[in-house]
């Protein structure tokens, strides 16, 4: 027998064996979204065979990829242009928060990710529900550009810097948080940076980060649509590590938060 839906509660078919620690946890698969129409639509119907409650952010698209999703249950926020990947979370996480979600899962909209490792995320939410949990992605066996692992490790090694806290894929986009946190953090960064940033100031304030394994695929270069941007990027990234180091040299105490959903003020 069917367990009886919550008013405005949408189930879709195939979503009806998710796991009954994701109904507890209230949980929202999020997919930022920025002219991927090629994957779009695949990446969304895999994710509601796995859970009832996904939403896309369209960040300025220009490709008609969100037209696409005609005919599924997927909430959609839009974005008049493109802002960037972290105020595409930002946004996402308001709108889940007014939806009575408490936490939410990013996932990238190029296919890179795949939706059953949402198993993976579940447990580790249910025995810390207050902690972001990154997926780290397998980086072996499978065609991973240089970039990525060299970037990789460079994020590592300033996370372990400024934060002393160590993660074997700080850069991963494929990630757990409790939405409250949002509330919690004043965060800068608006493009992939947002992704560094929220990482650091969450350990500064005294969140728990930890990792589940993660499968990865990478399309070819010549089927692969990245909006990373080798030199602007890096460099927004290399100026937030400069920051964060020259206040994680700074001798006083970062202020602590203590249970995420009744913690006030910005940290």
């Known amino acids: 027998m069917q367990p009886a839906l919550a008013a405005g509660e949408i189930v879709c078919p195939a979503a009806m064996n998710r796991?009954?620690?994701?109904?507890?946890l209230q949980i929202v698969i999020v997919i930022p979204v920025y002219n991927h129409a090629g994957t779009l639509r695949d990446?969304?119907?895999?994710?509601?065979?796995?859970?009832?409650?996904?939403?896309?952010?369209?960040?300025g698209s220009s490709d008609g990829g969100v037209d696409a999703l005609e005919g599924l249950e997927v909430d959609i926020v839009r974005h008049?242009?493109?802002?960037?990947?972290?105020?595409?979370?930002?946004?996402?996480?308001?709108r889940a928060l007014r939806s009575g979600m408490t936490h939410m899962v990013t996932m990238d909209a190029d296919g890179q990710h795949d939706p059953d490792d949402l198993r993976h995320f579940i447990p580790e939410l249910e025995a810390h529900p207050d902690a972001i949990i990154v997926g780290k992605r397998d980086f072996y066996g499978a065609y991973v550009p240089a970039s990525s692992r060299v970037g990789?490790?460079?994020?590592?090694?300033?996370?372990?810097?400024?934060?002393?806290?160590?993660?074997?894929?700080?850069?991963?986009?494929?990630?757990?948080?409790?939405?409250?946190?949002?509330e919690q953090l004043k965060l800068r960064e608006r493009r992939y940076s947002f992704e560094i940033e929220v990482l650091v100031k969450a350990a500064w304030a005294g969140i728990e980060l930890r990792e589940v394994d993660v499968s990865i695929y990478?399309?070819?270069?010549?089927?692969?649509v990245s909006h990373f941007h080798l030199f602007w990027d890096n460099f927004r990234?290399?100026?937030?590590?400069a920051r964060l180091i020259m206040r994680a040299m700074i001798p006083l105490r970062h202020r602590k938060i203590g249970h995420i959903r009744g913690g006030k003020g910005k940290f």
């Not at 796991?19 to 507890?24: G, I, Q, R, V």
């Open 152 to 182: 990789r490790a460079i994020s590592n090694f300033w996370l372990r810097v400024e934060t002393g806290r160590s993660l074997g894929d700080a850069q991963s986009g494929f990630r757990a948080y409790p939405i409250d946190l949002f």
């Open 218 to 224: 990478y399309p070819s270069p010549a089927e692969r």
């Open 43 to 59: 990446v969304v119907t895999r994710s509601l065979k796995v859970h009832d409650r996904v939403m896309v952010v369209d960040d």
């Open 80 to 94: 008049p242009r493109n802002l960037g990947k972290g105020v595409a979370i930002l946004s996402a996480a308001k």
């Open 237 to 241: 990234l290399s100026l937030l590590n």
């Open 19 to 24: 796991t009954k620690e994701s109904d507890a």
